[in-house]
Nanobody, 122 residues
Framework: QLQASGGGLVQAGSSLRLSCTVS????????MGWFRQAPGKEREFAAA????????YYKDSVRGRFTISRDNAKNTVYLQMNSLKSEDTAVYYC?????????????????WGQGTQVTVSS
């Protein structure tokens, strides 16, 4: 089970940190990712981190503003979001990869959290 939290309503330029805790399944041996889905749009990849936290990958539009990290002792993955823009408004989902390596394809993630809403007002 993946439990995401930390979303909210903020003004443009603000920061939020999302958290996702994994329980009842593998975590330390899997890469993790964050995806998002804006109203009326398809779900898209945002960020991913490998199993040990030594490698990360970002969607171009969030690179330099978002930071993904993980604490394997706590079975938790984080998404620090800075300099938020109105176009970052979406439901954010954490997901567990089927492998240890990074992937941006949603098809390679086998478990998904329930999503947390992020709304950025301009």
């Amino acid at each position: 089970q993946l439990q995401a939290s930390g979303g909210g309503l903020v003004q443009a330029g603000s920061s939020l940190r999302l958290s996702c805790t994994v329980s009842g399944g593998a975590f330390t041996s899997r890469a993790m990712g964050w995806f998002r889905q804006a109203p009326g749009k398809e779900r898209e990849f945002a960020a991913a981190i490998n199993w040990i936290g030594t490698s990360t990958y970002y969607k171009d539009s969030v690179r330099g503003r978002f930071t993904i990290s993980r604490d394997n002792a706590k079975n938790t993955v984080y998404l620090q979001m800075n300099s938020l823009k109105s176009e970052d408004t979406a439901v954010y989902y954490c997901a567990r990869s089927e492998t240890i390596g990074i992937t941006s394809s949603g098809r390679e993630y086998d478990y998904w959290g329930q999503g947390t809403q992020v709304t950025v007002s301009s």
